[in-house]
């Protein structure tokens, strides 16, 4: 089952032309570990969020969405 968070990450994927594997590498996770997370089987390490900001040049509203799920994620 993916989470919102999931949903969020596959959609920026799918968005920039990336695979699992591409978006792992950038944040120095395995592929497994990513997938993890976006299921929800591990929390997402604290620092993401800025990175994911960063190398994928978020847009204002994309960020606003990305703290959306990452709050609604630690609410579980």
Same mark, same amino acid.
């Given at each position: 089952m993916t989470t919102e968070l999931g949903k969020f990450l596959r959609k920026l =994927? +799918?968005?920039k032309n990336e695979i699992l594997l591409d978006m792992a590498n950038k944040?120095?996770?395995?592929p497994s570990f990513l997938s993890s $997370?976006? +299921?929800?089987k591990r929390q997402m390490p604290p620092?993401?969020?800025i =990175? +994911?900001?960063k190398?994928?040049? /978020?847009t204002d509203a994309q960020k606003?969405? /990305?703290?959306? $799920?990452?709050a609604a994620q630690k609410e579980i």
């Open positions: =994927r +799918i968005d944040l120095g996770v395995s $997370v976006e +299921i929800g620092m993401w969020n =990175r +994911i900001c190398l994928y040049a /978020l606003a969405t /990305l703290e959306q $799920v990452i």
